[in-house]
């Protein structure tokens, strides 16, 4: 029989009779034999062979102890035959499984089979070790693939997220703008007001002390109707709630322009507090429509060096989701804290709503993961939060419960190593 020219093959065989048969079958081979299992383990692992012809009855180590020895010991892929006593098949395709290519019954080593079973299980093996590669190639571009899609998508994000917060800074900000202008005259007017009922009023104060009964009845008629001591003391009432009013309208909108300035790309130093107070200011109409209650529970802080407006977008991101997923008469905290060396404060929101499904509790951070309808979500919101918590040299945890509710907690270092001279 012909192999080819360099085909190096070693023959695990003890019986010198059977030695002989190879050597007569398998001329053109280049032949090597080993008489035992450990032998022939031996000279694999000192030589290359392109193939192994392994006798399953052998002194010391067997047939499948060998085999397991080569694929799992020396961890090598060289095709291997395997020649087993007459009548036994099941043996045969246990060998198969533990990694023989093929196999031979001892009754038809004098034929050609042999050969034909070296340069089958040859064959068997280049293809099998093609069609590795190819997957190996095929796998390797996909995860390049993956990796580009998913940078693609942050990308993406970036660019939505980005663009959505600048314009909802710039609307903010406008909004702000435009309350301001009405704010500061109706605040002025009412100084202005305030002087001139009280002027009036001690002017009228002064007719009364002069004329006294002098006064013509039409006119006192008149005063009782309208209760002029009455309405002049409401007056001051109504003159101090109003500016209180004005007072509250004041802080908030200099809250929104506070929130809206968000292009600040520069870290400062700043009271953590005053950031939850401001954001919980801007979602506050939003709880009420839902019977919500609000609350907040500030601790005293050091102070932290960070992006005041990336810091809001968070605690908004985080608002938004709780008043999306919670019912009516929900109980929501926003709660601040420092660890004991004061090196890191906490942000918590914290909601008695539905939860998060343990199904979808690793897929929250992902750019574009929403369960929310068209329109309502893009999936962006958490995954920005978690971005902006990475940039800050912190992170962004999640607690939650089905059915019991759902905790966020953003922590931030109060210095970062690139802020410290
Ligand atoms: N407090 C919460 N309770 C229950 N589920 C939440 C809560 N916060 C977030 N989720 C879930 O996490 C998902 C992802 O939130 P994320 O803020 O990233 O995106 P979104 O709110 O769906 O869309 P976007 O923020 O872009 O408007 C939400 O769709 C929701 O299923
Ligand atoms: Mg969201």
Same mark, same amino acid.
């Given at each position: 029989?012909i192999g080819?020219?360099?085909?190096?093959?070693?023959i695990v065989?003890?019986?010198?009779?059977?030695?002989?048969?190879?050597?007569?079958t398998?001329?053109g081979?280049? !032949?090597?034999f080993?008489?035992?299992?450990e *032998? *022939?383990?031996?000279?694999?692992?000192r030589e290359?062979?392109?193939?192994?012809v392994?006798?399953?009855d052998?002194?010391?180590?067997?047939?499948?102890?060998?085999?397991g020895? !080569?694929?799992?010991?020396l961890?090598?892929?060289?095709?291997?035959? @395997? @020649?087993?006593?007459?009548?036994s098949e099941d /043996? *045969?395709v246990g060998?198969?499984?533990?990694?023989?290519?093929d196999?031979?019954?001892k009754?038809?080593?004098?034929?050609?089979?042999v050969a034909?079973a070296? %340069?089958g299980a040859?064959?068997?093996?280049?293809?099998?070790r093609?069609h590795?590669?190819?997957? #190996?190639?095929?796998?390797?571009?996909n995860?390049? /693939? #993956?990796?580009?899609?998913?940078q693609?998508?942050?990308a993406q994000?970036? =660019?939505?997220q980005?663009e959505k917060?600048?314009s909802?800074?710039q609307?903010?900000?406008?909004?702000?703008?435009? $309350?301001?202008?009405?704010?500061?005259?109706?605040?002025?007017n009412? @100084?202005?007001?305030?002087? &001139?009922?009280r002027?009036?009023a001690?002017i009228?104060?002064?007719?009364?002390a002069?004329?006294?009964?002098?006064?013509? +009845?039409?006119?006192? #008629?008149?005063?009782?109707?309208?209760?002029l001591?009455?309405?002049?003391?409401? %007056?001051?009432? %109504?003159?101090?709630?109003s500016?209180?009013?004005?007072?509250?309208?004041g802080k908030?909108? +200099?809250?929104?322009? &506070?929130?809206?300035?968000?292009?600040?790309g520069?870290?400062?130093?700043? &009271?953590?507090?005053?950031?939850?107070?401001t954001?919980?200011?801007?979602?506050?109409?939003?709880?009420?429509?839902?019977?919500?209650? =609000?609350?907040?529970?500030l601790l005293p802080l050091?102070?932290?060096?960070c992006n005041p407006?990336?810091?809001?977008q968070?605690?908004?991101n985080?608002?938004?989701?709780? /008043?999306?997923?919670?019912?009516?008469?929900a109980? $929501?905290? @926003?709660?601040?804290?420092?660890?004991? #060396?004061?090196?890191?404060?906490?942000?918590?929101?914290s909601d008695?709503g539905?939860?998060?499904?343990e +199904?979808?509790?690793?897929?929250?951070?992902?750019?574009?993961?929403?369960?929310?309808?068209?329109g309502?979500?893009?999936?962006l919101?958490?995954?920005?939060?978690?971005? $902006? *918590?990475?940039?800050?040299?912190?992170r962004l945890e999640?607690?939650?419960e089905?059915?019991?509710?759902t905790?966020?907690?953003?922590?931030?270092?109060?210095r970062?190593p690139?802020?410290?001279p």
């Amino acid at each position: 029989m012909i192999g080819t020219h360099a085909t190096r093959l070693l023959i695990v065989e003890d019986s010198p009779s059977d030695r002989r048969i190879y050597r007569r079958t398998l001329q053109g081979f280049d !032949i090597h034999f080993a008489g035992s299992g450990e *032998a *022939a383990l031996e000279s694999l692992r000192r030589e290359p062979f392109d193939a192994v012809v392994l006798d399953f009855d052998l002194p010391g180590l067997d047939g499948a102890q060998v085999l397991g020895m !080569i694929r799992d010991g020396l961890k090598l892929d060289v095709p291997v035959v @395997v @020649v087993t006593g007459g009548g036994s098949e099941d /043996l *045969a395709v246990g060998l198969l499984k533990l990694g023989a290519h093929d196999y031979v019954t001892k009754d038809l080593l004098p034929t050609p089979r042999v050969a034909a079973a070296v %340069l089958g299980a040859m064959d068997r093996h280049r293809l099998d070790r093609a069609h590795r590669d190819a997957e #190996e190639a095929l796998r390797r571009r996909n995860v390049e /693939l #993956e990796q580009a899609l998913r940078q693609l998508k942050e990308a993406q994000a970036q =660019l939505i997220q980005g663009e959505k917060m600048a314009s909802l800074g710039q609307l903010v900000a406008g909004v702000a703008h435009e $309350i301001n202008n009405p704010l500061s005259y109706v605040a002025n007017n009412l @100084v202005v007001l305030d002087r &001139d009922v009280r002027d009036v009023a001690a002017i009228m104060a002064a007719y009364r002390a002069h004329f006294g009964d002098a006064i013509p +009845a039409p006119i006192r #008629e008149a005063e009782g109707r309208v209760d002029l001591p009455y309405t002049l003391a409401n %007056l001051d009432r %109504l003159l101090r709630s109003s500016r209180q009013g004005l007072d509250r309208v004041g802080k908030i909108v +200099a809250g929104l322009r &506070d929130f809206s300035r968000l292009d600040e790309g520069h870290r400062k130093l700043i &009271d953590p507090n005053e950031a939850v107070r401001t954001t919980v200011e801007m979602v506050r109409h939003q709880a009420r429509l839902k019977d919500a209650e =609000l609350t907040i529970d500030l601790l005293p802080l050091p102070k932290i060096w960070c992006n005041p407006g990336k810091l809001n977008q968070v605690l908004l991101n985080l608002l938004i989701n709780v /008043l999306q997923a919670v019912g009516r008469g929900a109980r $929501i905290v @926003v709660a601040t804290s420092a660890n004991s #060396e004061d090196s890191e404060v906490s942000f918590r929101v914290s909601d008695d709503g539905p939860g998060i499904p343990e +199904a979808i509790r690793g897929k929250v951070f992902d750019p574009f993961f929403t369960t929310k309808p068209q329109g309502v979500g893009t999936g962006l919101g958490l995954w920005i939060s978690f971005c $902006i *918590a990475a940039e800050h040299q912190g992170r962004l945890e999640l607690d939650t419960e089905v059915g019991q509710g759902t905790t966020f907690t953003l922590v931030l270092p109060t210095r970062l190593p690139s802020d410290i001279p």
